[in-house]
């Protein structure tokens, strides 16, 4: 009897090639069964990290999730590793000696610093693309040139490294027009001009006096496009690539979009000018030869590629490339996400292919508000305390997303950022999402307080005029 039994349990664990594979596959289940949550290190401290987290454990509870170094909300949900995203070296060591099973990093910077080959180096599983095809947003002079070797439509650009010669092309160009670092400058590295003498001063400013470092030594000088913003995230093994839901961010400080550019003041979605034919066509025409270009180029990209585009006309044109989540993008994009982050990180992060994968997202609408220090985007004080009314986290319609958060001494919680909160408001449409959102918003105390009552305007115009 017994032999007939374990004849029957090794059939079962062969493959139809008998190769074993079936057997190695049911071997690592049950060493996992047995090894507990799994481990998961979230790199980075704002608020699209605390999203990545909250999405991370709504899929699975049961996660063991630490953050890199996380805010005074991560803290609800992962363990806090008192170390920078940019400790890349200390971050490695870390994940091996805790058997981390999957990194996810949530900020550009380790990526650009190669982070990932880091990783790959010590065995070490980790979600994002390699330091040479994070490029593509390390260098905006890169993404220029693999823009037109792939035929991407983008806006007419020319890179400079000569001062002398910048300005003069500056002067054949005319206003308006666009001087951007080509290098990473926080997201504060792209000036639009409206005026000659404007883009001659921006350019004076990164290349001759060096305001953003090396970063700004490279400039890349775009023509300017007008037409509305829109953020299309896709997750990509290198080869396919899926889109997320597309949202759209308020870049400047000011209400109607004026004054100074900041990190985002805010983002909704959906956006209905990005419909599945708008949608179809970025993959097609951007994404799709971004991706094969870079394979080409022996640069395969895989994890988050980032599609900033202006919408000109009703025909797209890339801005810019992100080799990672938007931020705040992700806080109203992830709310509605009804299917596995998790499973396409992980098939990623293996160097498996995601064909077949389908994000669906909820009918709904979610508003992101951000809830900022007064002074932001300039010099701000830290350190006011928060209070965060409870009833807000019994509303299903409410989120509370920390950035610029930490907990003091006393365990108090304090405002530590320019950007301090994301409040996620959802509802059936964008104007009852961001009613919800500015409910939250208002509710929510500290001194100098400051946010944006419009997020998502263009989309309830739109709905106030259908
Ligand atoms: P970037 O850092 O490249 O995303 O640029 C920051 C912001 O500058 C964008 O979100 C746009 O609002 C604006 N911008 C960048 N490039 C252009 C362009 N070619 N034409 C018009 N606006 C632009
Ligand atoms: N929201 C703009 C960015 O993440 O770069």
């Known amino acids: 009897m017994w032999r007939t039994f374990w004849r029957i349990l090794i059939g079962l664990c062969l493959d139809d090639d008998g190769d074993g594979d079936r057997l190695l596959a049911i071997a690592i289940a049950i060493v996992k069964m047995g090894s507990g949550p799994m481990r998961i290190l979230v790199v980075g401290s704002g608020g699209r990290e605390h999203t990545l987290i909250w999405q991370l454990k709504r899929e699975q509870p049961d996660t063991q999730i630490y953050a890199a170094p996380g805010n005074g909300g991560t803290k609800a949900l992962a363990e806090s590793v008192p170390l920078k995203p940019n400790e890349i070296e200390e971050l490695a060591d870390f994940a091996d000696s805790r058997e981390i099973e999957l990194t996810v990093v949530g900020p550009e910077a380790p990526l650009v610093d190669g982070i990932v080959d880091l990783f790959d180096e010590r065995g070490l599983k980790i979600f994002g693309p390699s330091k040479t095809a994070a490029e593509l947003e390390g260098s905006k002079a890169f993404a220029k040139t693999i823009m037109e070797k792939a035929d991407v439509p983008t806006a007419g650009h020319r890179t400079l490294t000569d001062y002398e010669e910048t300005e003069r092309y500056i002067r054949e160009r005319g206003a308006p027009i666009v001087i ?3 290098g990473l400058a926080a997201g504060k590295g792209a000036i639009v001009c409206q005026t000659v003498d404007d883009a001659v001063a921006a350019a004076r ?8 470092g090396d970063a700004g030594t490279t400039v890349v000088v775009e023509d300017c496009l007008v037409g509305e913003e829109l953020s299309i995230l896709y997750l990509t093994d290198g080869e396919h690539a899926f889109p997320l839901i597309p949202s759209q961010d308020h870049k400047p400080i000011g209400e109607g979009d004026t004054g100074l550019n900041t ?3 805010g983002a909704y979605a959906p956006v209905s000018i990005a419909d599945d034919a708008l949608v179809g066509r970025v993959t097609d025409a951007i994404v799709m030869p971004t991706l094969a270009q870079m394979r080409g180029e ?3 990209f895989r994890g988050v590629l980032y599609c900033g585009l202006m919408i000109v006309d009703g025909d797209p044109y890339v801005i810019e490339f992100n080799c990672r989540f938007g931020d705040p993008e992700t806080q109203a994009i992830l ?11 992980q098939k990623v992060a293996r160097g498996e292919s995601l064909a077949g994968t389908d994000f669906r997202f909820s009918r709904r609408a979610a508003v992101c508000t951000v809830l900022a220090s007064k002074g932001y985007p300039g010099k701000y004080e830290k350190g006011k305390v928060i209070n965060v009314p409870e009833s807000l986290a019994d509303d299903p319609d409410m989120i509370v997303l920390h950035a610029g958060t ?12 320019g950007r301090v909160l994301g409040v996620v408001g959802l509802g059936d449409d964008v104007s009852s999402a961001a009613a919800k959102s500015r409910e939250a918003a208002n509710a929510i105390k500290f001194s100098g307080k400051y946010f944006r009552g419009d997020i998502g305007y263009r989309e309830i115009e739109r709905q106030g005029r259908s």
């Open 263 to 265: 990190g985002g003041m």
């Open 406 to 417: 930490r907990r003091d001494t006393e365990g108090k919680l304090v405002t530590d950022g």
């Open 298 to 300: 022996d640069r395969i």
């Open 335 to 345: 709310p509605l996400l009804e299917s596995s982050l998790l499973d396409a990180f």
């Open 205 to 212: 400013s990164m290349m001759v006096d060096k305001s953003f």
């Open 180 to 182: 951007k670092a080509s």
